[in-house]
Structure formats: C-alpha cells, structure tokens
C-alpha cells in the first residue's frame, strides 16, 4: 500500500547560487500550478491513508494556508500523519504559522544553511542570522515542537572554526532534527556558471563532516549518513521511507514516485507539465535493480542493512552474491558487522560513493 505522498512547489522568492532543484521565481504562474497538481493528485491518488506527507520545493512555505488546505483536501490522513513543509525563515509569520499548524502541518523543515551573514549573502539567501532566529521564536510561540533545520558546509571562504561555530550555535538552539548537507558544485546552478573562490576540497569537506559528527553525537541520534535527531520520534518519517525503499507518490513538477516496482519522475518542463500534469513515464524495475537499490538506501542508514530481510524479499543468498565485496570492506575497517547484516563505518561513509559502485554487475 502506498502511504507516503512528496508535493513539489518550484517557487521561490529567488534562486540560491547552488540550488539544483527545479524551481522558479515566477510567482505569478503559481495559480496555473496549483491548479494542475490538483488535476494530478486527483487522477492518480487512491484514497489510501497516509503516513506521511512532504511538501518540498523551491519554498512551499510561499503558498498561503488556504492554498495548502485545497491541496490537502485532495488526501487522506489524520492526526497520526507526519506532513512536512520545507520553509526559509523569510516565508514564516505567525499569523502563517498558526495557519499552518491549525492545518494539521506538524513538522517544519527550515532551511537555515548558516548562521554567518556573509556566508549566506554569497550563498544567495534572503535572510539573515538575525532572521533566523526571529522565526525560530516564532516557531517556539506558536509550540511548534519538531521542527527541524539545515546546515551547509563547504561554503565559499568557510573554514573549519567558521563550520564549528555554525555547529555550536545550532546546538544552542537544540532543534530536534538537524540535517548536514556539503556544498556541491552542480550544473545549471548560479555557481556552475560563475564557479566560487576558496571553496572547500573534498578532504576539507570531509573533515567538516567528521566534525559534526563528533559535536552532535553527544545530544543527537545519527541516524542517516546526513541526518541528525534528539529520539527517534523526530526522525524524518518521509525519508526513512524512502532509505527503507517503501512506495510513494510523487506530485508536481519534476517530483517523483516509486509505485509497485516501476519509479518514474514527472517532467521538468513548466508548460508541459502545465498541459499535462497526469502524464507519466514508467520504468519497470527488474530484481537485480531491486537489489542494488535496497544495498544503496540501505547502506545510507546507520544502522545498515538486514542479511535475512533482503534474502527473504527477494529469494537469494545475500553473503553467496556479495560477500566478497562486505569481506573486502570489513578488512579494511571501511564497514563492519552488525546483529542482522553490516554497516558502514565513519570512514566508509566519507567513501561510501566508491563503495557502493562494486555492487553494480556483481
């Protein structure tokens, strides 16, 4: 059954220097949008009762309660339901706040990226540190308990005593959920075309992140290779759904869905999807993509992955098809062993991309 549903709203107030995802300024296209996200949740939604609910972007934070309340009363959940908004600190108000909670809104993902001014100015965001915490009093007002924020590293000029400030302020504010991402220079972005100065090297980045790793481990669970939380009932519901390779519906320009083994992802393309939002394109998944997927989500989470789940799903013998890659790795004190299957260690997650390359055509 599939019970997770992603929401995109492409726009923003302006597009960050690094940001790679689909999303647009062009407020103005927003009720043309709307409009045809709800044709598509209505022709493809099956009523089912769902558990989690995530709206990403771009901000959907800029769409108005009312906007967000028609799309909800396209879906079927209840108070036992996790529905994320992703939000930047100049969206919020109280009064949007309220409206958001009274909606049934419960988890409030802020992106954040910084706590330095000049690091967000070159970033590209629009607030400031004094912004942000201005909206995380908001949030505290208005008792607004998991809400949940991201920090960048790798930033241009940033070093690693800039990084650990950004840490120990953020600590200070003891969100329940904190995820880490590093700055990564993608095609199409501001930062492609204009590449920055003094940017962190891959060591540099590794160093931060091992860092945080360290300061945070002390008050939070790490429960995915980015993510962070204060107990496992602030764990990112919708994510872990995806790590964990459940189905779920993806909605809206260039979201994308995995239903009954066939992912797909809706066109990037305004004014096609504009035309016709129902429309998808199917890959059918065949066993041994299964597989390499389930090791790939898998092996992001701390816990790593279960020997006799994966050899019950899909009728094989995990150790006879992989186990000289798990020994290799073990030997080498980049995974190790767990109750129920293997893990990476620190060190493997910093290389974790070369890893999960020799699962491919085993």
């Known amino acids: 059954m599939i019970n997770c549903v992603y929401i995109h709203i492409p726009f923003c107030e302006k597009k960050c220097n690094y940001c790679a995802f689909c999303s647009y300024s062009a407020l103005g296209a927003k009720e043309k949008y709307l409009n045809a996200l709800k044709k598509e949740i209505k022709f493809h939604y099956k009523n089912e009762i769902l558990k989690t609910i995530y709206f990403g972007g771009g901000t959907p934070s800029l769409l108005e309660s009312e ?31 309220d409206e958001y909670k009274n909606l049934g809104i419960n988890r409030f993902s802020i992106g954040i990226q910084s706590f330095n001014d000049e690091e967000l100015r070159l970033l590209g965001r629009l607030h400031n540190t004094q912004k942000i915490y201005e909206t995380i009093d908001l949030l505290e007002e208005n008792n607004i308990e998991n809400y949940s924020i991201d920090l960048m590293y790798g930033i241009p000029n940033q070093n690693i005593k800039n990084w650990e400030n950004n840490l120990d302020k953020a600590i200070i504010l003891r969100p329940k959920h904190i995820s880490l991402y590093g700055l990564k220079i993608e095609e199409g972005t501001y930062f492609y075309k204009y590449p920055p100065k003094n940017i962190a090297t891959l060591d540099e980045q590794a160093d931060m992140y091992e860092l945080a790793i360290e300061k945070l481990k002390k008050n939070y669970i790490h429960y995915e290779f980015s993510n962070f939380a204060t107990s496992e009932k602030y764990f990112s519901k919708h994510n872990l759904a995806y790590w964990n390779r459940e189905e779920y519906y993806g909605f809206g320009l260039s979201a994308s869905g995995f239903i009954n083994n066939k992912r797909y992802t809706n066109t990037f393309n305004f004014s096609q999807y504009i035309k016709n939002p129902t429309e998808k394109e199917y890959e059918i998944l065949t066993i041994k993509n299964a597989i390499e997927e389930e090791i790939f989500l898998g092996l992001r989470l701390i816990e790593g992955i279960n020997f006799n789940l994966i050899n019950t799903k899909y009728d094989i013998d995990i150790i006879k098809k992989y186990g000289n890659i798990f020994e290799k790795y073990i030997s080498n004190k980049l995974m190790e062993k767990t109750e129920k299957g293997v893990r990476l260690t620190q060190k493997g997650i910093l290389l974790s991309n070369e890893i999960l390359c020799e699962f491919i055509d085993v």
Do not use: A, M, R
């Open 67 to 97: 906007e967000i309340k028609e799309i909800l009363s396209l879906l079927n959940y209840n108070s036992n339901t996790q529905i994320t908004i992703e939000c930047n600190p100049n969206s919020l108000n109280n009064k949007k706040i």
